[in-house]
């Protein structure tokens, strides 16, 4: 099982570009997330699905949309970047049974706005 | 709404010495709770998590935790520090109630060095 995988690892964007973060699962999880993570502030929660079909807003949802049209997959979208969405972008995917199920995260996706 | 304080964004020990990383939450409903650690340029990866059974929790790589309610408190520790253990520590709470999507808001992370 290869996990969580992210697709690019690393992309350099100018303002006002657009672009899409995949983010893949194969342990067939119904919960899946986005997650940025800047210096000195832990991650914080974009958005997420609880299942096939749904999304929802996380903390900072503003400037970013996702989709989630597979169950193993969770796309993160960013319509026009701004040098303020220059993070690294962190996937995590949850199963539904059993009590606090942990969540796995992918690798992480370096991203530049210029 | 829950939320996490980690005090002390850079800890260092000597090779051999207790580590002990502090974590507080705030929570208006009982919750989960979870210590990851993050090496360079990687992802987060679960050292161990709180689900309400027993309270001294112990995780990977010799690590520990202890929940206590009294003081909200949720502290890692490990008797001896490895130089492998150098790497970032998040502590994260999530809610624990049924139904709930059980997102994770993570504290802003301890830096720990381990010095030869």
């Known amino acids: 099982n290869a996990g969580v995988t992210q697709t690019p690892k690393f992309r350099v964007l100018k303002t006002g570009q657009s672009m899409t973060l995949l983010c893949a699962q194969d342990?067939?999880?119904?919960?899946m997330y986005w997650y940025r993570q800047d210096p000195g502030m832990g991650l914080r929660l974009i958005h997420y699905?609880?299942?096939?079909?749904?999304?929802a807003k996380g903390e900072v949802p503003d400037g970013y949309n996702v989709s989630r049209l597979k169950k193993q997959n969770f796309l993160l979208g960013l319509e026009s970047a701004a040098p303020s969405q220059t993070s690294v972008y962190f996937c995590a995917s949850r199963g539904s049974s059993g009590r606090a199920r942990e969540q796995f995260f992918g690798p992480g996706t370096r991203l530049t706005v210029l | 709404a829950q939320s996490v304080t980690q005090l002390g964004s850079h800890v260092s020990v000597s090779e051999g010495a207790l580590v002990l990383l502090r974590c507080n939450y705030s929570?208006?409903?009982?919750?989960?709770l979870f210590w990851y650690v993050q090496y360079p340029n990687q992802g987060l990866q679960l050292l161990l998590k709180?689900?309400?059974?027993?309270?001294l929790v112990k995780g990977i790589n010799g690590f520990e935790a202890e929940f206590k309610k009294s003081e909200t408190s949720f502290h890692l520790t490990k008797p001896s520090a490895h130089m492998s253990d150098a790497a970032e520590y998040f502590c994260a709470v999530s809610d624990s109630r049924s139904g709930s999507a059980r997102q994770l808001t993570f504290g802003s992370g301890t830096q720990l060095t381990v010095l030869p």
């Open positions: 709180y689900t309400s059974a027993a309270t």
């Open positions: 342990m067939n999880h119904e919960y």
């Open positions: 929570s208006s409903v009982p919750p989960y």
């Open positions: 699905s609880v299942g096939e079909g749904t999304t």
